[in-house]
């Protein structure tokens, strides 16, 4: 179903359809990032302008698209000037990020070792993504942290997760070095207009 339509969102969601039909996860994930780094190269699509538009008290989630038949959703994000994430995870669920515009900084993270109540996270790798490049996530490797490192512009990215992203694993920093603790957070949803 479509939750808004949008100049080539049959381009976006045919290409989604033609990767999730892949046989595992790491083919799924290459062919959908290289999908998505082409669509948003050649401006084959059009994000509705309200993405576009940067909340000022945390960064925008907003839901476009979610398919019944193979139950992925399709998620803008939107960051205004130094927003981001703490440490998380994506519950389980394998997701393609693609930047729009804009730059975002991702660090991943290695979980090292946890006991009940804190874990121990190593950071093994930071990039800036710029806008029409993607990356993916894929369970157990999902721990990392978002920020759009500019001070003054806004990005945008698309993320497409194996199902609705309803909420996820934050890791906030204990006072004892490289351990955080763990809540679990619901994720809501902007509204799309």
Sequence with gaps: MLTLDFPGSRT????????VAKPTTHELTDSLRNSLCKLIRENAVTL????????????ARRELYRSEEHGYCVVAMTWGPGQGTPIHDHDGMWCVEGVWNGA???VQYELLEHD????CFQPVGSIQAGAGSAGSLIPPHEYHSIRNPSDS?????????????TRCSVFQPLPEDRWYGRDVRQLGL???H
């Design 116 to 119: 009940a109540q804190r874990y």
């Design 12 to 19: 976006l969601i045919d290409a989604i359809d033609a990767a």
């Design 153 to 165: 512009a806004v990005t945008v990215s698309l993320h497409i997760y194996s199902g609705p992203m």
């Design 190 to 192: 902007d509204r799309v």
């Design 104 to 106: 975002l900084e991702i």
């Design 48 to 59: 509705p302008d309200c993405v576009f538009e940067a909340n000022a008290e945390h960064y």
